[in-house]
């Protein structure tokens, strides 16, 4: 789903740049986020942010998705070096075959998606058996109260965060480590065989 007006200054705002470099980036390179000559898929990319932090692992590849246009086009913008931005649905990501990345990271967009569980599945899908994915997301719970406030009017009411990783394991992503930080869930999984 697109996000609302506010929603979408409130996500290339200073302060969820900060959040994005000086926590949830280093937590996912403390996971285990890290090599070279890796192909990463980041699904939701907004704005290209996270592209421009992981530049310094030096992917042979990088593929950012996300579903709006203006996101996409903000993340063109940046002009970073090998990077393959497009506008594409995570639910239905057919255009790329299976196994066709070593890493995928998520900055918090299944919350946003009703079918939520269809984009595991097709993480899961597009991973190279053993690859990596890092994943983020707020509880349910964090997401109702933000919704009072802000009036963000998310169309998942989330999921809370036990239901979240047995999904994630239920598709076949192994939870190798998780951090819970004032209600949002820190994930690094891996692909079975
Ligand atoms: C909360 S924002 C996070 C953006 C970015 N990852 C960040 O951390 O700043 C959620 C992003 O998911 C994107 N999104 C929502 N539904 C999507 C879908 N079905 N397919 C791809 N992207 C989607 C939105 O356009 C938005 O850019």
């Known amino acids: 789903m697109k996000l609302c007006q506010n929603e979408f200054k409130a996500m290339n705002h200073p302060l969820r740049r900060f959040s994005q470099r000086r926590i949830e980036y280093p937590l996912f390179k403390r996971m285990g986020l890290a090599g070279s000559c890796m192909r990463i898929l980041e699904i939701g990319c907004g704005s290209g942010y996270g592209a421009g932090l992981m530049r310094d692992l030096k992917p042979t590849r990088y593929v950012g998705v996300d579903i709006m246009p203006e996101q996409i086009a903000l ?13 594409l649905d995570a639910t239905d ?64 009411k989330g999921f809370i965060l036990p239901e979240l990783e047995g999904e994630v394991e239920r598709v076949g992503l192994r939870i190798k480590q998780k951090k819970k930080i004032a209600g949002f869930g820190v994930y690094s999984l891996q692909r079975g065989p």
């Open 93 to 156: 990501l057919c255009c790329f075959e299976d196994g066709s990345f070593d890493v995928i990271v998520i900055f918090g967009i299944l919350h946003h998606i009703p079918t939520w569980r269809r984009v595991l599945a097709e993480a899961r899908r597009l991973l190279v058996p053993g690859g990596r994915m890092f994943l983020e997301e707020p509880d349910g719970r964090v997401i109702s109260a933000w919704d009072k406030i802000f009036k963000w009017g998310h169309p998942v």
């Open 75 to 87: 993340a063109k913008r940046r002009g970073l070096p090998n990077c393959d931005f497009r506008v």
